[in-house]
């Protein structure tokens, strides 16, 4: 069955009918379309661009607009670029590439050129498809230790602040602070999902990354994470945040990478998704 006017006027009555407001009917509508009708789409696509038109025409002016489901920031010919991860519902065909929409294809075909960066870039892709998607998992699963679910929260609001500033035209290296927060939280994060971590003791640790990168370890038994723990060094201090922050792009995107790949940790952890072991498997861009 294809999109029709017909198929979403019917899927639109039963969205009025649950009370769900109008800036959220096209979303809520690609998931019924999905389980209900058997039709998957993706963000951008023609099948997208047809149902919001309907749901611009058909509801209230400037209730939704288009946009990514979750953004990263990737570094290539010293600038940062946007990696848009778009919603998708049900089985489709995506392509790594397509993510980098805003670089220029003559940079685009650069990067396709070096075959080690560009095998870096897509096991960075399969980090944000996961962080992002299953980051929406967990946030909405009511079996989850609640405590540790508001820290992933924060740290996801650290790391999408991060990647805001390194998009901007001119570099706010003030990021690395929000990378720290989010590693911060996404450590603590883990180990209450794990074992249960109230908030008196999440206080006692305080902002110590190298005491929560070892009760991590400890309880997630990754015991290979321990030569990572050096790079927490890159980290600035809680009380340097009232300082100039002076590093380089380079750096930047290391401390930003640590604090998502612990992020990344944590869907795998708590979710069956895993991009990354099907990147891996298959040896190529998806």
Same mark, same amino acid.
């Given at each position: $069955?294809?999109? !029709? ?6 899927? &639109? %009555?039963?969205?009025? /009918?649950?009370? =769900?407001?109008?800036? +959220? ?77 805003? $670089?220029?294809? !003559? ?6 050129? &070096? %075959?080690?960066?560009? /095998?870096?870039? =897509?096991?960075?892709? +399969? ?160």
């Amino acid at each position: $069955m294809k999109l !029709s006017n017909e198929l979403l006027s019917k899927i &639109n %009555k039963q969205l009025s /009918s649950e009370n =769900v407001e109008h800036r +959220a009917r096209p979303w809520k509508a690609m998931e019924l379309l999905s389980t209900q009708e058997g039709i998957s789409i993706a963000i951008p696509s023609q099948e997208a661009d047809f149902l919001f038109k309907w749901f611009e025409s058909n509801g209230k002016p400037r209730a939704q607009k288009q946009g990514h489901y979750h953004q990263g920031a990737y570094l290539f010919d010293s600038e940062f670029w946007s990696v848009s991860i778009p919603l998708i519902y049900g089985s489709v065909k995506i392509n790594s590439l397509d993510a980098l929409h805003e $670089m220029p294809k !003559s940079i685009k075909d650069s990067l396709i050129a &070096n %075959k080690n960066r560009l /095998s870096d870039y =897509v096991i960075y892709w +399969a980090d944000c498809i996961d962080f992002g998607m299953g980051y929406g998992d967990l946030r909405d699963d009511k079996n989850l230790d609640p405590f540790g679910v508001d820290l992933l929260n924060a740290g996801y609001e650290e790391l999408s602040s991060a990647t805001l500033l390194m998009l901007e035209h001119r570099l706010n290296t003030r990021a690395i602070l929000n990378c720290r927060m989010a590693t911060e939280m996404f450590l603590k994060s883990f180990i209450s999902l794990k074992i249960s971590l109230s908030d008196k003791e999440a206080r006692k640790a305080e902002h110590n990354l190298n005491t929560l990168m070892d009760k991590f370890i400890e309880c997630s038994g990754y015991k290979h994470l321990e030569k990572i723990k050096p790079g927490l060094s890159m980290f600035p201090e809680v009380n340097e945040r009232y300082k100039e922050q002076k590093i380089d792009r380079k750096q930047l995107f290391e401390a930003y990478c640590f604090a998502q790949s612990i992020g990344v940790l944590i869907i795998r952890e708590f979710t069956d998704r895993n991009t990354l072991k099907q990147v891996l498997a298959f040896n190529k861009p998806l």
